[in-house]
């Protein structure tokens, strides 16, 4: 079950949306860039894995950063930096899911198909936790089925004496190799990221030593497979240039192949897929937005529910807000790499905090990693980091000074409300020197 939900959580939307614009980085090799994400992802699971199941209590990054790095703001940031990324990940699944792939069906303009989408996820989100966990179920079985078929199609195309495998093996005209699949690899990264999550419900799991490590592995090399294949088959059925010129890339394939798989069919498929990627995610955006509210590190105002279904109404309106307002300043591919700019400070402390927590042990036998892969995960973080154009950066330090207000604010307010309380009980009683 754990394997199967952190799966769901990884597989799906980014592929959809996405090869299109990697075939545009680097021609028809899209499997490359695929496979150093995953290979980057791996060196950054080992250390969720290690600090998962050593301290399986502990839900997330923003709890491992407190333990190793002893500062709430540092941990406030990390945490900030998963809900922003969470927010920014919703907006540009919204685009994806009015383009080509919506187009099928009904003609609309991005941005306004994106805003009646959102609406929509913030309602099935705002039902119930029950519902949605079900409605992701169901997606899962469909997304996933669409890459296989996109992966059937496209061998019988080949097959049948179509299609041209050395588009697989070519790179664009102009296009250094090594720094073309690098660069391209932050996108490809994007389909990986999803995995973290799982820390959040290690504590309904059996044994997490044993099964944890399995599952996280396990999800992410299925996951990497499938990518590959799908990415391989995308160039061998289209050339790079309409991969590349298309918002629903997928959907030219399985029409290029010939093999009668309605149109319509398929963009529905698509679009479950990008649907239950938005879901999650905001899912995750309003729930981590409501416990951070409840710890008081955001304004309380977002931990208020509603009466009956107890879902954090105020949270889920003003995450679904402001993905709305993020899918009116830019594309999916600027939106995607902002998403992996902020999680890559949620990874490059992950990492770290793996090597800080060493000096830190527990009774209970734990998955441990090989010291370099910490190492290597933080050096990861630290490149792709380099590879991040100016204008994500800017985006990414936007949100996250935002961020830093939103904590002096609540600070403050904290304090005012501390020091009304303490006036309130001359006799100190109730008041803590924490």
């Known amino acids: 079950m754990l394997f199967l939900f952190i799966l769901g959580d990884v597989l799906g ?3 959809y949306a996405l090869v299109g614009v990697i075939a545009a980085e680097v021609g028809g090799v899209t499997w490359a860039p695929m496979i150093v994400a995953l290979l980057l992802a791996l060196l950054t699971a080992a250390s969720y894995a290690e600090l998962v199941t050593k301290y399986p209590k502990a839900g997330g990054s923003a709890v491992f950063a407190e333990r190793a790095y002893r500062s709430t703001f540092v941990s406030f940031l990390v945490g900030f930096s998963m809900l922003a990324a969470g927010i920014v990940s919703a907006a540009g699944l919204s685009l994806a899911f009015s383009g080509d792939y919506l187009g099928t069906f009904i003609d609309v303009p991005p941005v306004l198909g994106a805003i009646v989408f959102l609406v929509a996820v913030a309602v099935l989100n705002a039902r119930g936790i029950k519902e949605s966990v079900r409605t992701n179920l169901v997606m899962t079985v469909i997304e996933t089925s669409g890459l296989v078929l996109v992966v059937v199609t496209a061998a019988i195309l080949l097959g049948g004496g179509g299609g041209d495998l050395s588009r697989a093996v070519t790179f664009a005209e102009g296009v250094d190799p090594v720094f073309g699949v690098f660069g391209a690899a932050i996108l490809a990264y994007y389909s990986f990221v999803g995995f973290e999550t799982s820390a959040n419900v290690i504590e309904e799991v059996k044994d997490p030593s044993r099964v944890y490590p399995r599952a996280l592995f396990g ?5 990497g497979v499938m990518y590959v294949l799908v990415g391989t088959a995308a160039s061998v059925a289209l050339p790079a240039e309409d991969l590349a010129t298309s918002s629903g890339p997928l959907l030219d394939v399985v029409a290029a192949s010939g093999v009668g798989v309605p ?5 529905l498929i698509a679009l479950i897929a990008v649907a ?4 999650l995610t905001l899912i995750m955006a309003s729930r981590l937005a409501y416990g951070m509210a ?5 304004p309380a105002a977002l931990g208020r529910v ?11 309106l003003v995450t679904t807000a402001c993905a709305m307002a993020l899918a009116f300043t830019g594309d999916v591919a600027t939106l995607a790499e902002t998403v992996v700019l902020l999680l890559l400070f949620v990874f490059l402390s992950t990492n770290v905090a793996v090597l800080v927590l060493r000096r830190e042990t527990v009774e209970h036998e734990h998955w441990r990693a090989w010291t370099v892969i910490p190492v290597l995960g933080a050096l990861s973080c630290v490149f792709l980091l380099t590879q991040q154009s100016g204008e994500v950066w800017l985006r990414g330090l936007v949100l996250l000074a935002v961020g830093a207000v939103l904590y002096l604010i609540t600070a403050l307010a904290r304090r005012r409300t501390d020091r009304r309380g303490a006036v309130d009980r001359p006799d100190g009683a109730g008041r803590t020197d924490a």
């Open 263 to 267: 149109a319509w069919l398929f963009s």
């Open 219 to 223: 999800s992410l090399l299925v996951a």
């Open 276 to 279: 239950n990627g938005a879901l």
């Open 306 to 316: 509603l009466p009956n279904r107890r879902t954090p109404w105020v949270a889920i």
């Open 294 to 298: 409840k710890q008081r590190l955001l």
């Open 13 to 15: 939307a980014g592929v």
